[in-house]
């Protein structure tokens, strides 16, 4: 099985900034942990950070016929785009939308939760882990 892990806008600024709301780990720390994630679940993990979304737009475009599934967590693009959310809505694939705080607690909605097959918000960076295993077991949300 091969998932394609989405990380969004700022988020190579965790565990630098707004420490409060988002925790203390930092982008490569979440990464590990997905990394061993998936080692752990048997899954061919790639992580694709970029803060420009066309970037990320074009990647989920290439991985959509060569992935099983995507991970994405937005952040700073949860509420406002268009162009990558449009590409992850065109995934014939599962896709679970992963925040590590509650961004409807502070009053940001999702532009993606309409187009993903689940979301896992406020369970801290285990959220990732969550969402691999529902991917590896096929387990999906009724």
């Given at each position: 099985m091969k998932v394609l892990v989405i990380q969004g806008a700022g988020m190579d600024r965790r565990g630098k900034t707004q420490v409060e709301v988002f925790g203390p780990e930092t982008l490569e720390e979440i990464n590990r942990l997905i990394e061993d994630a998936a080692r752990e679940l048997a899954i061919d993990v790639e992580i694709f950070f970029d803060n420009d979304e066309a970037s990320a737009a074009q990647k989920v475009r290439d991985a959509a016929a060569s992935v099983d599934g995507v991970v994405i967590n937005p952040a700073g693009f949860?509420?406002?785009?268009?162009?990558?959310?449009?590409?992850?809505?065109?995934?014939?694939?599962?896709?679970?939308?992963?925040?590590?705080?509650?961004?409807?607690?502070?009053?940001?909605?999702?532009?993606?939760?309409?187009?993903?097959?689940?979301?896992?918000?406020g369970f801290g960076y285990d959220g990732y882990r969550l969402a691999l295993r529902v991917l590896s077991d096929g387990s999906r949300p009724a």
């Open positions: 949860t509420a406002t785009s268009e162009t990558l959310r449009d590409a992850v809505a065109q995934l014939q694939v599962p896709v679970y939308e992963v925040h590590g705080s509650n961004p409807s607690a502070r009053g940001v909605e999702s532009v993606f939760r309409p187009h993903c097959t689940g979301a896992v918000c």
